[in-house]
């Protein structure tokens, strides 16, 4: 999901804006650096964990709707409601975040919206290790559903890098992207690293996507297969490999903006949801 503005004060971006490399779905991916490989998920009790059994636990989440006013970046149209609403809820053991079309006009930052969404953020920031989060997919045309980290360090956009575990285009639906950016390689140059794959049933049944990030490289899959993967073999210091601090988990489901839109909003499919089964995170020994 890379971004082109200000980072996170409030880590509040979110996937990609700007121009970007041509790739065979017409994405702000990339398809550079696929690859096949098995992923195995750790044994052992996670680092960090929620299977959110009955509530969301705000010890472990936040809800970001920092530019809920100004209007989000890369041009998307929802409004990230807060704790006080229900687009961000667990239900039957899973996470929803759930997009719809209404307009908040009763809320004190409405910013003109006319879709309510929700995004979510750990409060702890992770590192080095094995995430595994279980989600199913919307797949209305002008969804923009993200799994994603970005550090809190303040730093601009994209110097301090982005790793996109997965995102789908609605209008592209069960093509999943996974992208890294850095000040070296972003969509903004058209320099972005990454890959994707299809998975045929992602908007009807859970998947599991899987981020293995060690110093030497990052390794992106979905059900114990990668399909991408970046080595840091490539010259030119933290704008080549930002990746070495502890970034923020972020869940969230845009509508439109610049690749979630490119082909409009389908309103008469909303409300679309994503839903998380768990999320869970392994620290590197």
Request: proline share 6%; net charge positive; charged share 20%.
């Amino acid at each position: 999901m890379g971004r082109h503005w200000v980072l996170l004060a409030s880590v509040a971006l979110l996937a990609n804006g700007a121009a970007a490399q041509d790739t065979p779905t017409g994405s702000m991916g990339a398809t550079n650096y696929a690859a096949d490989q098995p992923m195995a998920t750790p044994v052992g009790s996670p680092s960090f964990r929620d299977e959110f059994a009955t509530r969301i636990d705000p010890g472990r989440w936040r809800w970001d709707t920092e530019r809920n006013k100004a209007g989000w970046y890369n041009n998307e149209l929802q409004y990230y409601a807060g704790p006080d609403r229900s687009n961000a809820r667990v239900e039957n053991g899973a996470l929803v975040l759930e997009a719809r079309r209404e307009a908040a006009k009763d809320a004190p930052d409405w910013g003109g919206q006319a879709y309510t969404s929700a995004k979510l953020v750990t409060r702890q920031s992770l590192g080095y290790g094995f995430y595994e989060v279980r989600a199913k997919l919307p797949c209305g045309r002008g969804t923009w559903p993200a799994i994603w980290l970005l550090p809190a360090s303040g730093e601009p956009w994209p110097a301090a890098g982005e790793i996109d575990i997965m995102e789908m285009v609605g209008w592209n639906p069960n093509v999943v992207h996974a992208t890294l950016h850095s000040a070296a390689y972003n969509h903004a140059k058209g320099t972005q690293r990454g890959a994707e794959t299809r998975v045929a049933d992602a908007c009807s049944a859970y998947h599991r996507y899987q981020l293995d990030w060690t110093p030497q490289a990052i390794t992106i899959g979905v059900d114990g297969r990668a399909y991408m993967k970046v080595r840091n073999d490539r010259p030119g210091g933290a704008a080549a490999w930002p990746f070495t601090r502890p970034y923020a988990l972020i869940l969230n489901l845009a509508v439109g903006g610049d690749w979630g839109g490119k082909k409009g909003v389908d309103d008469a499919a909303l409300p679309q949801r994503m839903s998380v089964d768990y999320v869970r995170y392994w620290q590197a020994k």
